[in-house]
């Protein structure tokens, strides 16, 4: 059975079509890419899944139940994690918090805890800390916990949001251009760490990007999207040799 | 002229590391020290504090470190001057300086017990402090007071304004909710010679039900709350300002037309229950709960709410429940200061919650510091003592203090202590060992 359905999803913003017809099936610990021009509308398939805005048509299904009229943070709760396509850090906040936040369903002592500071929420808070430092080893950033987000460099800053969507337990990872704006470096320690988070972790991952390289090493099935269409899909040999996919990146040969 | 360019930043500089060069023996200094310093000073004010007066010629002892004077009697400020250097500075210096090991040594004895334990020493003191320096006048009292209420008022609109970044402009109304649910409450229950008759509870147990009557205030203050924060925040932007603004005028005119708490002539006649240690202990306990929830995971999630919803939304953070919370705990606590101003005072009126007193509670917050307990506390107390220092001034008091707020917008946008955290423990953590590295450097 697969983890992760979307049945004909249809979208409209006012009299624009953005999605049409969208179909999705995610098996667990699939790694799956996105890929389309500028404006395909990749962005907000990922929006509409993530229940940042609601489908004008369609079904959403996780684990065989229906998510689709969820707010955001209950599609969170129950195993989507997201990363951003513009980084969405907090400007104030410390890259510590930052992984600790996305815990925020999880701790359960409630205002009380919150208010007088009793024994539960004193153990739930450190043991936060502790897989929040976990986690950030894992992407490599942990030396820089203290940090305030706002003064680390870029690679750093889209490791901590890695981080931060790992610390929702995600059953699917949905990544949104991970590699966007890196250079030849830190791209490739950027796949690599996805890599090693899908070994460790061995969630599901759904992943836009731009960067052919990223998306043909790391995909075992690519969709290929232009106007909202699903156009193509397949593996990325399937992927990279299909004349509508060509098209729709390089534009149709004209006779003259 | 390039000479002098260069001149007057190296002057300056040699001032500054002549200032250091000063301080540094007093940075090894921990609260405790502080504190018995402070002890002594105030202990010895008490006792020849009224002579050391008259031998410099002013008729009492300056009641707030001579600040006050320096606008009413210039003429006398040199010598409140001196009074403070003799009663304050120079006891205060020798006190803290010569009792800093065994100070230390205490507070790291202390640093072993639970930290309430700690805590409560070093509250002990601190009031000591306050209560033998408000026994040389009423004023003092009131004005100690005051300002303590002023810091419940600006942490708890910190907590919108500053770690939620929300601009809310409801907490006069609030206050005034909190102002007459508790001493309706006061007036019906223990006191007999007012309009709403026999008192129905023996006067005795007041002040031991008093904290009743002010939670009951803040639970009023937070429901008022509920009714600004549902239409207000379906959306981010200005309109909780514009509706919390309504808000603060809806309840000012509706206690206006109310006859039965005396409408705008107000109520007056409460009960003296909220004495200084009344006070000191409500202003802890905010302090306390207050910092609590902003250093829990739960509190941060205003910050997170503030510097970017969607992410925080994405993050499992419920955005809509964090903001109401947060909305209605710092409406309660606005309440319960507002129950404890007009115990203060005596006397309210629905005057007392007007637009005066928003502008009073935002410039402490911004002068403060946003998103800061620290700041708060800086700025409500600092505020609270400038205002009395320009009291003198009368109506330009309110032309020089925004001046001020200008200033500190301009050089320091978020206000003077702003996004810090308030670690209690930190605060009364021995000083000389993480030190010692440092002087040794130096030496």
Known sequence: MSLLEVHDMTHYFGGLRAVYNYSLSITPGQIRGLIGPNGAGKTTIFNLITGVYHPTEGRILLEGEEITALEPNQIADRGLGRTFQNLMLWRYLSVLDHVKMARYSKLTYGLMGAFFGTRKRVEQEKATDKLAMELLD????????????????????????????????PKVLFLDEPTAGMNPEELIQMMDIIRQVHREIGMAIFLIEHRMKVVMELCEIIQTLNFGEVIAEGTPEEIRNDPKVIEAYLGKEVEY | MTTDSVSIPNSWQRFRAALSRFWQPYKTVPLLGWLLAALVAVGLEQFVGLPLAWVLGMSKIPALFGLVVALDNPILFPSALLFMILIYFLPMGIVARFTKPLMNKIAARLMEFPLVLTAVVHLGLMYAVLHIWGEISDYRILVARLAMIAIILTLSLNVVNGYMGEFSCSHPGFMALGAYVASTFTLVFFVTENKFGEALLPPALGPFLFPIGLILGGLVAALGALLVAVPSFRTRGDYLAIISLAFMFIVKSLFENMEIVGGARGISNQPNYASLPVVFVWTVLSIWIINNFVRSTMGKALNAVRDGELAANAMTVDTRKTKMVAFLFAAFWAGVAGGLFAHVLRYINPDSFGIRKLA?????????????VTGSIVGAVGLS?????????????????????????IFRPTGLVAFTEFNV???FRPKDREMEGGESVIA
């Open chain 1, 138 to 169: 894992l992407v490599g950033v942990a030396h820089l916990a203290d940090q305030i987000v706002t003064n680390l460099p870029y690679g750093a800053q889209r490791r901590v949001e890695l981080a931060r969507a790992l610390a929702t337990e």
């Open chain 2, 360 to 372: 009073e509670v935002l410039a402490m917050v911004y002068f403060g510091g946003l998103n800061s």
């Open chain 2, 385 to 409: 003592l400038i205002s009395e220092a320009l009291r003198p001034l009368d109506i330009f008091k309110w032309i020089i203090i925004p001046i001020m707020l200008i200033l500190i917008m």
């Open chain 2, 425 to 427: 423990e930190k605060l």
